[in-house]
């Protein structure tokens, strides 16, 4: 079982990141871009099978530890 | 000789380049990274620093400047271009260098002074080094981790390409004396045709003994030495 | 758009009181609008208006014939080092913020500090960064201190500005309410000043730098109230993400843009972001300004002009620029691809005027709100634990005293270890300027041509700077920052003297002669008074050691409000002091340098007029015995005088081989860190050992009866004005001599060799291995973080 | 339009953040898990409705820039 998280800037707060590449793909020739967001992904293999209680699990760890809930937010899926 | 130093936006160690060169009585100016023309320099030195605050990838925005392309070409024609810290970074995202740099395996930046062993005398970048001479230079950097596939290694160790290792006080490369866990502890390359070099390690901060060490001289002399024998060369054909 | 109405409760939501709201419709002759509001409760904040400390800090020295601009004039406080030089610098505080966020906290508070010094005109050429936490033990003052550690690594680094010094102190007392204090200092001539001033009416006026967010809304009012956890989670939604690459950039761009001479003023959006630097500018120049947000780049939707007022989004510049010069700024800020915009102009009315869309929205007296606000005098009592402090004996305690556990004990204390963790993390050495590295006394810094701001004839508008290649006479700065809490706590006027006191010693002992001070005042909060009378007593203590030491204060940062939801931090005045060295023979590291060298100790080997005999406080008792009490070590300030006068006259007569002060641990430390603490590379230490002779007959050379001194308090009291230095043994003879004249106590203690540091007293000899003691001292910190 | 990326580092290519994030969520008391990946999430908000195209320029910026081929796979969906 795996498990995937998006970790991604909060929509209220700066992400000097996502704007710096923003502008490089615009100089290289991309157009038509809105925006962009760069954050993190987490891939997590699992050896249970128990998606239940994999999810309520990493659903803590997501907010306690792997996401930064000041800035961030975060989406988790069990695959 | 003159020497170019490519200033991107937020290149900080490009001064530092400068005064290393001028120290040595040479000459060194800024070239801006929206221009492309290098104003007929001899040699390139592409800074370290965070071009486009390392965002994304350490050095991956940064290759994509206008005078990249001039580098590029200039490196084609077998110019001599040094790429320090960022300036590595950069050039294995240009490809013009093998291999990639990645996060420390402390996950910590790190700056202190390492010691290095010149793996082959055999480069421009080399050639000056005393043999047995191990040269303390200071590294400054988060990722500088050298990867590359075990084919490209191979190839660099067939061709000689690699010029720098980190190792202890007594020469030995233990894993312990590498400050970022690089593949055999790389510390600075360079090409086929031995006219491009990347190095972590900073030698235009060991330019003078009231910064702590003299030695990364060794490697700029050695550039100018390679130079002006082919200058010399030249000049007796013409 | 509709405005909320103004009601009591909206008011004391902006921390205003009924009188305050009363003078302000007094100033305003009717009732504020709510962006008005929100402009005086930031301005008229703790932070911003310093309402419950300026009566005190008028009491600091502020005057020398070196000051240039002084304390409270502009951003930051300016000293002449000579030949048309100067040096620009000032400290402040990111507490709060990084309670709530460590990583974005800290970096912020570097970007803000690097801003005040690039305002003034001047080059940041170096930061120093001054850090409290609670124990390291806990696994929550891990996460806060590895955060805060990263963020300013990640902030300095990026920026391209070496941290060269600074402090980690670990104590229960800041658990929860951690304190960051940054110090950067900046070069400039004489004629590159800046100022922060709207000159010139029908000046137009710049925003510059990245586009405002709803970031940090209202920090000042944040930051001038308790941390509590609710304060912290109404911040939570709104921290500031800092971006030292746009920094960068548009810290070039405007010493660039000043080269031009087309700017009339110039303020960075440090707290009250676009609200302070505007009315601050105004009421400087006596003029008025007049802004309309619509103009200002805003990255957020739908934001109000109560929300751009009071952003604290980072990176951003204020410029009044020369009419008719308005291309320059242009094609320097898109040389740099920095966004720009004209959002106003001056005007002569004295007022602040804020249009939205054409719409006034604020429309203030400028002086009214940027230097006219209230002003208190605080009660003050002194605290009742003082008293029981005060009486503490060292027969009090169950007395162990075991010298070869104990020493390691107190090298392994984080308090004490070494801090490579933290600065081998820090880009110490870029820009080639860095000569003394972190881990000596202090940091020394030099000045070369490239560190001064581009000059008119450097500037190649539209394409890349040139460096000069014009010489100046090189000169070296030494910085160093010291403010022990536990003394503070004891004795906040002793305490705060010692902090001084110590700073200068640590300048002097790297040869530098002492220029100047700048505070961070960290202390709880100011309505307690009790906690007032710390911060009484405290600015007491700093003003007469000042003044004393002739080291002017040339500007600072107040942080109150300081607590944790467990309760009050040590009351922590961190003092940064600069000093500065011209001749580079002169430059002093702490460690021992080679064989066969004499070690002498300058100063008594213990105070033995006071009754702890030094341990008052120590790290001794707090080690060993976990208390935190007694009276700390007595500070006598003609002394301290004394003693940095004779090292600085040893130094510049060339005899000295390595100085190194007396502080946290001891005598016995303070020569374990002059075996150890030179570091040549990577695990590669320059390991020496030392011979040391502390028996009756050296003791007696001190006119000091051995029999009466505590071994304890001989080995690890922290009895002050004490330094240890070396020499070659045909140079100790003079040594003394000159200490004589000077009539400070001085007398030969060992000589330097082996691979041992031994120490000999009356109670027998005690012996380590230093590749021990470096080991223990060296790693403590990664161990504990691991 | 939205584009997400996904980049990873490739399996040969050690991965330092994975393992110490892996060995933190062990310590504070996860078990049973087999591997951590640690990337990177980026998603790029366009103007154009025109999947197909979106879809063609972005791959080339996410071989050419986004990720680096030596070090790095990439997963491109457009949403
Ligand atoms: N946070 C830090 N950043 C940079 N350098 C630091 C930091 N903390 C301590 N140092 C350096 O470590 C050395 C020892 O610090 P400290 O124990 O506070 O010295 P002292 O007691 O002499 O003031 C000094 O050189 C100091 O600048
Ligand atoms: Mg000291």
């Known amino acids: ?79 | 000789m003159r020497f170019a130093v490519i200033q991107f936006p937020a290149s900080n160690c490009d001064q530092d380049a400068i005064y290393a060169i001028r120290f040595l009585g040479h000459n060194a100016d800024f070239v801006w990274h929206k221009e492309n023309s290098l104003n007929g320099a001899d040699v390139v030195i592409i800074p370290g620093g965070f071009s486009y605050g390392d965002y994304l990838r350490t050095g991956a925005i940064a290759r994509f400047s206008p005078i990249m392309q001039t580098v590029c070409e200039f490196a084609k024609n077998s110019g001599i271009v040094i790429g320090i810290c960022n300036g590595f970074q950069i050039l294995c995202e240009a490809g013009l260098l093998p291999g990639a740099l990645i996060r420390n395996r402390s996950l910590q930046f790190r700056c202190e002074h390492v010691f290095l062993k010149p793996a082959t005398f055999n480069s421009p970048f080399t050639c000056k080094i005393p043999q047995e001479k191990l040269l303390k230079i200071p590294v400054a950097h988060g990722e500088g981790c050298y990867y590359a596939s075990p084919e490209t290694i191979q190839e660099l160790k067939t061709n000689d390409q690699i010029l720098f290792q980190y190792c202890d006080k007594d020469g030995n490369l233990t894993e312990q004396s590498s400050p970022n866990g690089s593949l055999l502890n790389i510390a600075g390359i360079c090409n086929q045709t031995r006219n491009v070099c990347g190095m972590m390690p900073h030698p235009e901060r060991a330019c003078e003994l009231i910064l702590n060490s003299e030695d990364g001289n060794f490697i700029f002399q050695s550039i100018i030495h390679s130079l002006s024998k082919t200058a010399d060369k030249t000049a007796i054909k013409s | 758009m509709t405005e909320p109405k103004i009601t009591p409760e909206l008011i004391q939501k902006h921390n205003l009181s009924p009188q305050e709201y009363e003078q302000i419709k007094a100033v305003l002759g009717r009732e504020p609008t709510y962006t008005e509001l929100g402009i005086f409760s930031v301005m008229w904040s703790e932070h911003c208006s310093y309402k419950n400390t300026r009566p005190l800090l008028k009491t600091f020295p502020t005057k020398s014939p070196r000051i240039l601009v002084g304390a409270g004039e502009e951003n930051a406080g300016i000293i002449d080092i000579g030949d048309g030089l100067a040096i620009a610098f000032k400290i402040e505080s990111h507490n709060h913020p990084s309670a709530v966020e460590p990583f974005q906290g800290a970096a912020t508070g570097v970007g803000g500090i690097i801003r005040d010094i690039f305002t003034m005109g001047a080059r940041p050429i170096c930061v120093l960064d001054s850090l409290r936490f609670g124990e390291i033990s806990n696994s929550e003052v891990r996460r806060l201190f590895n955060g805060v550690v990263a963020g300013i690594a990640h902030y300095g680094n990026c920026f391209g500005i070496p941290t060269i010094a600074g402090e980690v102190y670990f104590d229960e007392a800041y658990e929860g309410n951690p304190l960051i204090n940054v110090f950067c200092l900046g070069v400039l001539k004489h004629n590159q000043i800046a100022r922060g001033r709207a000159c010139g009416i029908g000046n137009p006026v710049f925003y510059v730098g990245p586009a405002t967010g709803r970031d940090g809304l209202a920090g000042a009012a944040f930051a001038s109230q308790d941390l509590t956890d609710e304060s912290a989670e109404q911040q939570r939604g709104a921290v500031q993400v800092g971006d030292p690459f746009m920094e960068k950039l548009v810290c070039e761009a405007c010493l660039e843009l000043l080269a031009t001479g087309a700017v009339a003023g110039i303020q960075d959006m440090g707290a009250a972001g676009l609200t302070c630097s505007t009315c601050e500018t105004a009421a400087r120049a006596d003029t008025g300004i007049e802004i309309e947000l619509k103009k200002v780049p805003q990255r957020a939707p739908d934001m109000t002009p109560y929300e751009i007022m009071l952003s604290e989004s980072q990176e951003r510049m204020l410029i009044i620029v020369h009419k008719g010069r308005e291309e320059e700024v242009k094609t320097i800020f898109d040389k740099w691809d920095l966004p720009w915009a004209q959002i106003g102009y001056v005007t002569d009315t004295g007022r602040m005027v804020v249009k939205y869309d054409g719409k006034v929205v604020a429309d203030i007296p400028a002086k009214a709100i940027a230097t006219e606000s209230p002003v208190y005098h605080r009660e003050a009592r002194e605290p009742s634990y003082i008293s029981e402090v005060r009486s503490f004996k060292i027969e009090q305690i169950q007395r162990k005293f075991e010298p070869s556990e104990q020493l390691e004990l107190l090298l392994a204390n984080p308090s004490i270890a070494s801090k490579n963790w933290v600065f081998r993390q820090y880009d110490y050495m870029v820009r080639n300027n860095t000569v003394v590295y972190p881990g000596s006394d202090a940091a020394v810094i030099r000045i070369k041509a490239d560190c001064l701001p581009p000059d008119p004839e450097d500037v190649n508008i539209g394409s890349a700077t040139k460096i000069t290649d014009a010489k100046i006479s090189e000169k070296f700065i030494a910085v160093s920052s010291d403010c022990n809490g536990s003394y503070v706590y004891l004795d906040p006027y002793e305490g705060s003297k010692l902090a001084v006191v110590e700073a200068a010693r640590n300048l002097a002992c790297s040869g530098a002669t002492p220029l100047g001070v700048t505070d961070n005042l960290n202390f709880g909060n100011p309505y307690n008074p009790e906690l007032f009378w710390q911060l009484k007593e405290s600015v007491r203590g700093i003003a007469e050691a000042c003044r004393a030491l002739n080291t002017p204060i040339t500007g600072g940062n107040c942080s109150l409000y300081n607590q944790s939801p467990i309760g009050q931090i040590d009351p922590t005045p961190t003092i940064a002091m600069v000093g500065l060295i011209e001749d580079r023979n002169h430059i002093t590291t702490q460690w021992f340098k080679d064989e066969g060298n004499t070690i002498l100790l300058l100063g008594l080997p213990v105070d033995v007029e006071d009754p702890l005999q030094g341990l008052g406080g120590s790290a001794y008792l707090r080690t060993v015995y976990g208390i935190k009490n007694g009276t700390p070590p007595r500070c006598d300030l003609n002394r301290a005088i004394l003693l940095n006068e004779t090292i600085l006259g040893l130094i510049h007569g060339g005899s000295i081989k390595s100085a190194h002060d007396c502080s946290e641990g001891g005598l016995a430390t303070c020569l374990a860190e002059c075996c150890i603490s030179h570091q040549i590379a990577r695990n590669t230490p320059a390991l020496i050992g030392a011979e040391i002779n502390l028996t009756k007959e050296v003791i007696e050379k001190f006119k000091l009866d051995s029999d009466k001194i505590l071994p304890e308090a001989l080995l690890f009291g922290e009895t002050q004005n004490r330094v240890v230095i070396t020499t070659l043994p045909q140079y100790a003879g003079k040594i003394l001599s000159r200490a004589a004249i000077y009539n400070y106590p001085a007398a030969i203690i060992g000589k330097v060799g082996g691979s041992k540091l031994i120490i000999k007293t009356d109670v027998g000899e005690h012996l380590w291995d230093v590749s021990k003691l470096y080991d223990i001292w060296w790693n403590s910190i990664a161990k504990a973080m691991h």
Chains 1, 4 share one sequence.
């Open chain 1, 1 to 79: 079982m795996k498990a995937k998280i998006i970790i991604t800037p909060k929509k209220a707060v700066l992400d000097p990141q996502g704007k710096t590449v923003q502008g490089a793909l615009e100089h290289i020739g991309y157009n038509g871009i809105r925006a962009v967001h760069i954050g993190k992904y987490i891939e997590i293999e699992l050896d249970s099978d128990d998606r239940e209680s994999a999810k309520k699990q990493l659903e803590e760890a997501c907010y306690m530890f792997l996401s930064n809930p000041v800035i961030e937010d975060y989406k988790l899926e069990i695959e």
